[in-house]
């Protein structure tokens, strides 16, 4: 599809105020990435076209995350991971999550809830962003994956009242700062849907 054809689909959207377009000059290909060996890929994300029993649709939200990994790894909600989705194999977003991946994709789906699709309005602007982009180009038949390096466990001693204890260390802020810096000096630019970072 030519980008002529995709601006004038943009263009009808009533999301479009949502939608990121990609600019094939600024986007870098997954395979490029000079991280990459570290990430696995995790997640399909999907059209949501899932029937119940009666012919309707199972949820109103139009796109799912379909777990590549085992769903116990998937679910974990202690586990930390700096994650990357890809937009036909170039990165738009790097991001991380303190709350498992599950918790974070179930998060972007909030974007549903824009005034423009007749909603609430309750979003952040980061999900709204993010889950009409990934609309947009699924609709347009491209290939959204997601993948993502397992931050390793880091505990401390503490004392609290002469008893020793270990505890988890929180992380994942210091490696998605390192990770999207290393990224903004290695292209010379941000993924396109990094730019409320």
């Given at each position: 599809?030519?980008?002529?054809?995709?601006k004038?689909?943009?263009?009808?959207?009533?999301?479009?105020?949502?939608?990121?377009?990609?600019?094939?000059?600024?986007?870098?290909?997954?395979?490029?990435?000079?991280?990459?060996?570290?990430?696995?890929?995790?997640?399909?994300?999907?059209?949501?076209?899932?029937?119940?029993?009666?012919?309707?649709?199972?949820?109103?939200t139009?796109?799912?995350?379909?777990?590549?990994?085992?769903?116990?790894?998937?679910?974990?909600?202690?586990?930390?991971?700096?994650?990357?989705?890809?937009?036909?194999?170039?990165?738009?977003?790097?991001?991380?999550?303190?709350?498992?991946?599950?918790?974070?994709?179930?998060?972007?789906?909030?974007?549903?809830?824009?005034?423009?699709?007749?909603?609430?309005g309750?979003?952040?602007k980061?999900?709204?962003?993010?889950?009409?982009?990934?609309?947009?180009?699924?609709?347009?038949?491209?290939?959204?994956?997601?993948?993502?390096?397992?931050?390793?466990?880091?505990?401390?001693?503490?004392?609290?009242?002469?008893?020793?204890q270990?505890?988890?260390?929180?992380?994942?802020?210091?490696?998605?700062?390192?990770?999207?810096?290393?990224?903004?000096?290695?292209?010379?630019?941000?993924?396109?849907?990094?730019?409320?970072?």
């Open positions: 599809m030519s980008d002529n054809n995709i004038e689909l943009y263009e009808k959207e009533i999301t479009k105020k949502w939608i990121k377009l990609i600019d094939k000059k600024s986007v870098i290909d997954y395979d490029d990435y000079n991280r990459k060996s570290m990430f696995i890929h995790v997640a399909d994300v999907l059209l949501d076209n899932d029937i119940k029993n009666d012919g309707t649709k199972k949820r109103n139009l796109i799912s995350f379909k777990p590549i990994i085992q769903l116990k790894e998937f679910n974990n909600k202690t586990t930390e991971w700096i994650y990357i989705f890809t937009i036909n194999n170039k990165i738009v977003k790097i991001g991380g999550t303190r709350t498992g991946l599950k918790g974070r994709v179930g998060s972007y789906l909030c974007g549903h809830h824009v005034k423009e699709r007749g909603k609430s309750d979003c952040s980061t999900n709204g962003f993010i889950y009409n982009t990934f609309v947009f180009y699924l609709q347009l038949n491209y290939k959204i994956k997601m993948y993502a390096y397992k931050l390793p466990k880091a505990e401390i001693d503490i004392n609290i009242f002469n008893i020793k270990k505890i988890l260390v929180q992380t994942f802020h210091i490696y998605e700062n390192t990770f999207f810096n290393d990224y903004k000096k290695t292209y010379n630019n941000i993924p396109i849907l990094c730019d409320n970072y």
